[in-house]
C-alpha cells in the first residue's frame, strides 16, 4: 500500500520568502509518479509540479520546485519568492505504476498563509 | 477551454435524504474520477469511469452511494440516504490517457461540499 505524509498542518511565510513544504511517501513499487496540488479558497485543486521516479533532475515549475530526494522517500515542494496569492492548502500525491495507477493517494495537506 | 465543473458548490440535507453531485469533466477526457475528503481526513478515491464505463469502484464507502456517467460524458454521484458520516467534500477529476500512466495528469474541480445534518 502507498502512503503519503504531510508533517506540517500549517505555517506562515513571510511575503517575497521562500517556503519548504515536506512530503515524504512509501511504496515499493519502483515506478512511480508524485504530484503537488494547490486548492485556494476557491475549492478547485490546481496542479503545480510532477515528479517522475526515474526522473533524474528536480522537477522545476517557474516559483515552484521540487526536492526530491529518492533515497529518502521524500518530494518537498519549494515555493520560491511567495506572493499572498500562494495562501492556499497544498497537497502532496503519488500515484504507481500498474493495476493500483488509476489512484492518487493524498497527503493530509499544509495549510500555507503569507503575511504582508 | 473549460475546466472540469461541479454542481452544486454546497448542499446542505437532512440524514436520510437523497442528494446527487455532478461533474462535468472537461472534454474528451475519457477518464472520470471521484474522490471524496472527510473532516480532518485525507483525500480518498472513490471510483474511476473509463468513457461510460466503471473501471474502477474499489472506493465506494457502502451502497448507498452510486455513480453513473451516462454516455460518457457528465457523472452523477448520488448518496441514498444520506448518513451524517457522508459529510465531506467530494471531488470529481478527469485526465487523458488511459488512467493509469504515473504522470497522468489530474485536473480536479472545486468539489461539493456536502452537509448531512
Known amino acids: 500500500a502507498q502512503k503519503i505524509t504531510q508533517t506540517q498542518p500549517g505555517m506562515f511565510v513571510q511575503e517575497k520568502e521562500a517556503v519548504t513544504l515536506d512530503c515524504t511517501y512509501d511504496?515499493?513499487?519502483?515506478?512511480?509518479?508524485l504530484f503537488w496540488y494547490k486548492q485556494p479558497s476557491s475549492g478547485e485543486m490546481i496542479f503545480l509540479i510532477y515528479?517522475?521516479?526515474?526522473?533524474?533532475q528536480n522537477a522545476t515549475e517557474g516559483r515552484y520546485s521540487l526536492n526530491f530526494q529518492k533515497a529518502r522517500k521524500s518530494a518537498n515542494l519549494v515555493i520560491s519568492a511567495s506572493q499572498l496569492g500562494d495562501s492556499a492548502m497544498y497537497f502532496c500525491?503519488?500515484?504507481?505504476?500498474?493495476?493500483?495507477?488509476?489512484?492518487?493517494?493524498f497527503g493530509g495537506g499544509t495549510r500555507v498563509l503569507v503575511k504582508p | 477551454e473549460a475546466g472540469v465543473t461541479q454542481f452544486p458548490s454546497h448542499s446542505v440535507i437532512e440524514k436520510g435524504q437523497t442528494v446527487t453531485l455532478r461533474c462535468d469533466p472537461i472534454?474528451?477526457?475519457?477518464?472520470l474520477y471521484w474522490y471524496r475528503r472527510v473532516m480532518g481526513k485525507e483525500i480518498k478515491f472513490l471510483l474511476h469511469?473509463?468513457?461510460?464505463?466503471?473501471?474502477?469502484e474499489s472506493g465506494m464507502p457502502n451502497n448507498r452511494f452510486l455513480a453513473e456517467r451516462t454516455g460518457g460524458t457528465y457523472s452523477t454521484l448520488k448518496v441514498q440516504p444520506a448518513e451524517l458520516e457522508d459529510s465531506g467534500v467530494y471531488f470529481c477529476?478527469?485526465?487523458?490517457?488511459?488512467?493509469?500512466?504515473?504522470?497522468?495528469?489530474?485536473?480536479f474541480g472545486s468539489g461539493t461540499q456536502l452537509s448531512v445534518l
Open positions: 500525491a503519488m500515484r504507481v505504476a500498474g493495476a493500483a495507477g488509476n489512484k492518487l493517494t
Open positions: 469511469f473509463v468513457k461510460e464505463s466503471k473501471q474502477d
Open positions: 472534454s474528451g477526457h475519457d477518464n
Open positions: 511504496t515499493s513499487d519502483p515506478s512511480y509518479g
Open positions: 515528479q517522475g521516479s526515474y526522473d533524474q
Open positions: 477529476a478527469s485526465s487523458q490517457g488511459n488512467g493509469y500512466r504515473v504522470n497522468e495528469k489530474l485536473f
